[in-house]
Structures are given as C-alpha cells and as structure tokens.
C-alpha cells in the first residue's frame, strides 16, 4: 500500500509536467496540473491510509 | 514693492499651475527644460569640501561629514576623477545592498528563537529540555550541512544576482536536455565555500539562504515534538539541510527547471516564490508530515476508537512571546528577499514589510473569529497560529501583490489554518503537537497558489523576473499562466518533495530508528535523550510509577 501511494504521487507529478510537453494550450495544462495534484494528494490520502490501519493505539491501548 | 512684486509673481505661478491641473497639461519642471550637461573630471576639481579646521570642531549637524573628500581615489597624485566617482557610486549599491541583505538575514537568524519558544511552550514540561534543544542543535546540524554541500546544489549556478555583484562565481548548473528544453536540476559549484565561491557577494548570499533552510529545517521539529529520538532528528536534518531543501530550492530560485517554466514554456514568469512560502514553508511542513506519519502519534493522543485527546502545551506566554518574535523575523524574511535595497526596484522593500505585517494581523483575526465562533472562546495557540499562517501563506506573494491581496491571503490563510490542524488531527490523524503541518506546509501550498492569483502586474524587479521581462501577474489580473506555473510548482512540492522526504526519514526509521522507547516517553525526553531536565524544581511526578506526569489515559 505504502509502494502504491509513492506511485500515485510520483505519477501526479508526472502527469502535471507531462502536461507541459502535451500542449501549449494554457486551459489543457492548467486540467492536467489539477489532475496531477490530485493524483499526488490520492498518494498522501493512501499513505495516511495505510498509516492509520497499522495505527499504535489500535495495538493494545495507548502503547505504540 | 518688492513685497507687492512678489505677491504678484507667486499669484501668476499658481494660476500658471492650477491652469495646467486642469487642462491636464504636466507642468514642466526647470531640470527637464534642459538639456543633461556631463560632468566632466574639471567639475570634481572646483568641488569644494569642509576643511580639516571645520571637522575639527565636531558636527553636531551632520551636515559637514560625508564629502566629496571621502570618495576612495585610484590615485590621490592625479586627484579626485570621473571614475572615481562612478566606481564609489557603483560600490555604495553594493554596499547597501550588502548590508541590507546581511541584516535581513540575521533577523532570520532571530527566528530561531521564536521557533523555539513557540514549540516548547506548545509541548509538556516534561520535554522542555529535548524541544529547546531540536530548536538549538537544527541551527548547526542544519548549517553543516548546507556548508557542505547544500548551498552548492541549490544556488551554484545562480550567476547574474545583479543586487549582490553579480555572484559570477556561481555559474555551475547541471542541466537535462528533454523535449527541446533545458532542464536544470542542481547547482554544482560552491561546496565548502570553497575555490571560485571564496567571495565576499558569495558569503553574504550564503548567510542569507543558510537561515531560511534551516528556517525550514526547525518546522519538522514542531511536528515531531516529544518522541524524536536525538540522534534520527540530527540525521534527518542533515538529509533535509544537505539534499531535500537545496534540490527545491535550486528548482525554484538557483535558476532550475521550475523558475524557466516562463522561458521555455510561456507559462508567465515560470514558478515564482518571493520569498519561501513553497520554497521554507512547505518543504518544511511536508517534511514534517512523512516524519509525522512514520513516527506515529504520542502516547495518548489518540483512544482505541480513534477520537483524539488535547495535549496541552505548558506555556502559553512562551508560546505567544516566540510568535511576536516570529513575526518581528518576518520582516528579514520577506523584504530581506529583495536581497537589496539600492537599485532594480528594491525600494518595494516597504510594500513588502507592509504586506508582510498585514497578512499576519488578518490571519491572526481570522484564526479567532473561528474559534471563537465555533468553540466560544478566543484560543491563544491557534491566535498565534493564525499569525504565522497569515505571515506562511504572505511569504511566496509579498513581492508581487498590493495591501488588499496581502490582507486577503493573509485571512483566508487565518481560517485555513483553523481547518487545517482539525483535518490532520480528527481526519488524517496525525499527531502534530505545534500545527506545524498546518501552518507551515498547508498555508504554504496556500501562498504559492495565491501568488498565481493576486500578483497586480507592478512588481518590476529590474525589468524581468525568471528572465522573462514584464511584471509577475496573477490570473485575477490576466495571466492564466502564472498560475498553472504556480499549480506545477504545488504539484512537485507533494509529488517530489514529500516523497523524497518520506523515503529519506523511511530509510532513517529502519536504520536508526525515530522513535524513542515508550518508557523514554511516558518518562519525558529530557532525562533519557538530553540527561537533565527542563524545570528540574517544578517536574511534576505520578506517584508509584516514576513518570512525571500521568498521560496514560
């Protein structure tokens, strides 16, 4: 989950700058650099995720 | 008579004036009448100046100090020259700008102070010691780095900062060649302040650059605040001060691939960030994120359904006192980014200041009325937080947005960061003792984005920006370009950045480990990591178990 979430923000980034060779136009740019970041923010949101499932205070109290 | 005479000429001027006010004709002022007439070496010569007789009996005025007598002459044999002249003209704006640059930058440095205070007032009495301590080593574990080789990536190829003398040493940027375009990626001279790089404009701009990276650096302390181990804290600062900060910056100000996005991709004046909010800010509060969520919360942040418990901080006086000396560091950080005050439009510095003060009065407003609003009370920490989210989300505009934008951005920045610390607390739940995720990298993003929205299109620092000429305008003023420039830039911050960070304190945590044990923590980190503690006559301890204080709930 964590190798996936790193993907899904590597590739919004991408996908932002891949815009920038995609097209000159400034609307298709602007639509692929809103993808892209949110793509990225869907990796943080997996990360967190997975984050949460593993959390301390599910594992017996307040106890890490 | 003379006096009736001169009643009658003075009547004449006004109507002569008031004519040309209402006609809309420009009165024409006796300099522009005539033509420029050069000043020639035998003009120097009849320059008269105070005699040593005068100087000798003080001025008290100050109108005899400071002359002609005092410009530096290549030659005293052959006199005062032409030359002379120009070239002292041509050091004083230097100098100034030298010494502006220097000042600024050492009430950065001050920063640190504030930093400190704020978040060990924000932390329990029992992490004094280890909170203050983060605060104080970040400054030279930060520095070392950056000493290093963290300035030679970020700013060694950042040759042509006229303000500063040119800096022609700094001409070394490793470059990509993809699509057609040159992307460049790191700086490659200037380690160790070394060779080429052992020069005076060199140092003055290293000075300035070192305090805002370890600016960024002290912001990943807040949020991992009282269950840092001391020893993964001064490796992932290094990583932080040595790669991941100097690769942004370089990005953004040492002429890398995101500050051409206006050269070669017409996107405006590529992604600009006066003064840090992407370039301090955010790659600080997103750092503070990934370590965030690779440390984990504190014990007894959160209950086993997952709701969240208040952990006060034990000084709300610190807490504010080192916010006010925050803010009073603001004004290095942001018109010090001029990195001058002589020429190329550096006079903007006291629009810059103003914007600077506003966006934290209005964050510092807003911040209260929604916690008061929403919870009954004015709050002292989020009032404070809502000042520096206000100063956070000014940074990267300042330069290029009048007092209504500033005071707009600095506002809504003020509610955001209300909404902000409640997202990462109840819904992401991440443990961020200080808000700092909230203020710093949240409110940061905010300012870039608001950059791409707000620049009024006056902003002419020299007649070009990035190197595209023109005035920086946001997309409320008519270029849409600016603005996808300023999405691209958030989108690397998340996409690159973070995740270089998360790798980085990943690779920390199997290595070395980033937390500390659970009996180090319930006991407090002063006496485990730092061997004395903070308030040694005021610990409070819980009887029967040895911990100071009772956070077992």
């Known amino acids: ?64 | 008579m003379r006096a009736s005479r001169a009643h009658r000429r003075n009547g004449w001027w006004a109507a002569a004036i008031l004519a040309a006010s209402l006609g809309g004709v420009t009165p024409l002022y006796a300099d522009e009448a005539a033509d420029p007439v050069p000043i020639t070496t035998a003009d120097l010569k009849g320059v008269s100046t105070p005699s040593s007789d005068d100087l000798a009996k003080g001025d008290p005025g100050g109108a005899l100090t400071g002359s002609a007598a005092d410009i530096v002459m290549a030659d005293p044999k052959a006199g005062l020259t032409i030359a002379d002249v120009v070239n002292q003209v041509g050091q004083n704006r230097i100098a100034i700008n030298f010494v502006w640059t220097l000042v600024a930058g050492f009430l950065v440095m001050f920063m640190q102070a504030g930093f400190a205070m704020v978040e060990t007032g924000l932390c329990r009495a029992k992490n004094a010691n280890h909170t203050m301590m983060m605060n104080f080593m970040v400054y030279g574990f930060g520095m070392f780095a950056y000493w290093v080789m963290g300035f030679a990536i970020q700013q060694g190829g950042s040759a042509g900062i006229t303000n500063l003398g040119g800096m022609n040493p700094l001409n070394g940027e490793f470059k990509l060649s993809l699509f057609g375009k040159d992307w460049g990626l790191f700086g490659t001279k200037g380690f160790f302040l070394s060779g080429s790089a052992y020069d005076v404009g060199v140092m003055v701009l290293f000075l300035f650059q070192m305090v805002f990276m370890d600016t960024a650096t002290t912001i990943v302390t807040g949020a991992a605040a009282e269950r840092w181990k001391f020893v993964a804290f001064a490796i992932s600062t290094f990583f932080l001060g040595a790669i991941t900060y100097p690769l942004f910056g370089n990005w953004a100000w040492g002429g890398g691939w995101l500050s051409q996005l206006g050269a070669n991709f017409k996107l405006g004046h590529g992604y600009c960030d006066f003064a840090g909010s992407g370039v301090v800010h955010s790659v600080g509060g997103l750092t503070a994120l990934a370590v965030a969520l690779i440390i984990g919360p504190r014990i007894g942040k959160y209950n086993r359904d997952g709701s969240p418990n208040a952990i006060p901080g034990h000084d709300i006086t610190m807490v504010l006192v080192g916010c006010f000396i925050l803010a009073f560091g603001w004004f290095g950080f942001n018109p010090g980014s001029t990195l001058g005050a002589s020429g190329a439009g550096s006079l903007r510095i006291g629009s810059i200041a103003v914007n600077t003060m506003l966006a934290g009065a209005t964050g510092s407003f807003a911040a209260i009325l929604y916690m008061w609003i929403r919870f009954g009370k004015p709050d002292a920490s989020m009032s404070g937080n809502g000042l520096l989210a206000g100063l956070v989300a000014i940074t990267a505009p300042s330069g290029f947005v009048n007092t209504v934008g500033a005071a707009i951005i600095g506002f809504s920045a003020g509610f955001l960061v209300c909404l902000s610390v409640e997202f990462v607390e109840r819904v992401l739940k991440v443990d961020d003792p200080v808000g700092a995720i909230s203020v710093h990298g949240t409110c940061g993003l905010w300012g870039v984005l608001s950059l791409g929205l707000f620049a009024d299109g006056t902003s002419n620092y020299g007649g070009s920006w990035n190197g595209v000429d023109g005035s920086v305008t946001g997309l409320f003023y008519g270029d849409a370009g600016q603005f996808v420039a300023q999405l691209i830039g958030v989108c690397t911050l998340v996409g690159v950045i973070f995740t270089l960070s998360y790798v980085c304190n990943w690779i920390v945590d199997v290595f070395v480990g980033q937390r500390v044990s659970a009996e180090a923590e319930l006991e407090g980190l002063d006496l485990p990591e730092m061997g004395a503690l903070g308030y040694p006559e005021f610990q409070l301890v819980t009887p029967g178990t040895g911990h100071s204080v009772d956070v077992g709930r």
Do not use: C, E, H, P
Request: charged share 10%; net charge positive.
């Open chain 1, 1 to 64: 989950m964590q190798v996936l979430a790193l993907l899904l923000l590597v590739g919004g980034w991408m996908i932002a700058v891949g815009g920038l060779v995609a097209s000159d136009a400034v609307a298709v740019r602007l639509i692929l650099a809103s993808l892209g970041l949110a793509t990225s923010l869907g990796g943080i949101a997996t990360l967190t995720s997975a984050y949460i499932q593993n959390a301390s205070w599910k594992k017996g109290g307040a106890w890490r």
